[in-house]
């Protein structure tokens, strides 16, 4: 088989640009992988906005709640039955509740 003489120029050419190939083959990998670092940077930014939006949603509503709560001294009256100091002492109606329990024991 004989080959061509314009053959032997193109391999001659090709091997002659096999270093300008090699610089073009780095350059388009350096770019694509700038791109692909950008592209997956704006992704994960997107990401990110889209989490913190949920986070600060469910912040702005907890806070919204505690607005709509009663005032901390009000809660405090109702959880003692009075005043936190005044828990100790005993309550008018502490001897009835005695009573009424002890009748309930006895009648059982």
């Given at each position: 088989?004989?080959?061509?003489?314009?053959?032997?120029r193109a391999?001659?050419?090709?091997?002659?640009?096999?270093d300008?190939?090699?610089?073009?083959?780095?350059?388009?990998?350096?770019?694509?992988?700038r791109?692909?670092?950008?592209?997956?940077?704006?992704?994960g930014?997107?990401?990110?906005?889209?989490?913190?939006?949920?986070?600060?949603?469910?912040?702005?509503?907890?806070?919204?709640?505690l607005?709509?709560?009663?005032?901390?001294?009000e809660?405090?009256?109702?959880?003692?039955?009075?005043?936190?100091?005044?828990?100790?002492?005993?309550?008018?109606?502490?001897?009835?509740?005695?009573?009424?329990?002890?009748?309930?024991?006895r009648?059982?």
């Amino acid at each position: 088989m004989n080959t061509p003489p314009d053959a032997y120029r193109a391999m001659a050419a090709l091997v002659a640009d096999l270093d300008s190939q090699h610089r073009r083959e780095r350059a388009a990998y350096e770019q694509g992988y700038r791109d692909g670092h950008r592209s997956g940077w704006e992704t994960g930014y997107g990401h990110a906005h889209y989490e913190m939006a949920g986070h600060w949603a469910r912040l702005a509503n907890h806070v919204r709640e505690l607005a709509r709560t009663r005032p901390y001294s009000e809660l405090s009256q109702r959880r003692w039955d009075g005043h936190r100091a005044d828990f100790a002492r005993p309550h008018p109606n502490d001897r009835q509740r005695l009573r009424l329990a002890a009748q309930t024991r006895r009648s059982a």
